[in-house]
Nanobody
């Protein structure tokens, strides 16, 4: 089992920045690929960014490319999502997800077995 705890969400004006953190516990963090997903009211949970076990491979949803950066620190069991140039449409609950595997990066929600509780990001105009 892996437990995931997100932090760093909040209210920010359009154009601002936030950094989300997700701390994992319970198993060997470096054995897992990680993802950040988001879900707005009435919408599906979609991938924002994903990162392989060693950080060597990343994947981003098109609308966040060039604005968001996913990274990880395996020594701290933590994955980050740096969000810059935030837009109103980035408003959602952001979830951290984990799945054991060193051969791939998961880009769909059903690729992940473990989820955090979510953190709200609200971008105002």
């Amino acid at each position: 089992q892996v437990q995931l705890v997100e932090s760093g969400g909040g209210l920010v004006q359009a154009g601002g920045s936030l950094r989300l953190s997700c701390v994992a516990s319970g198993r060997t963090f470096s054995s897992y690929y990680m993802g950040w997903f988001r879900q707005a009211p009435g919408k599906e949970r979609d991938l924002v960014a994903a990162i392989s076990w060693n950080g060597g491979t990343t994947s981003y949803e098109d609308s966040v490319k060039g604005r968001f950066t996913i990274s990880r620190d395996n020594a701290k069991n933590t994955v980050y999502l740096q969000m810059n140039a935030l837009k109103v449409e980035d408003t959602a609950v952001y979830y951290c997800a984990a799945q054991e595997g060193r051969l791939r990066v998961g880009v769909q929600a059903n690729h992940y077995a473990y989820w955090g509780q979510g953190t709200q990001v609200t971008v105002s105009s």
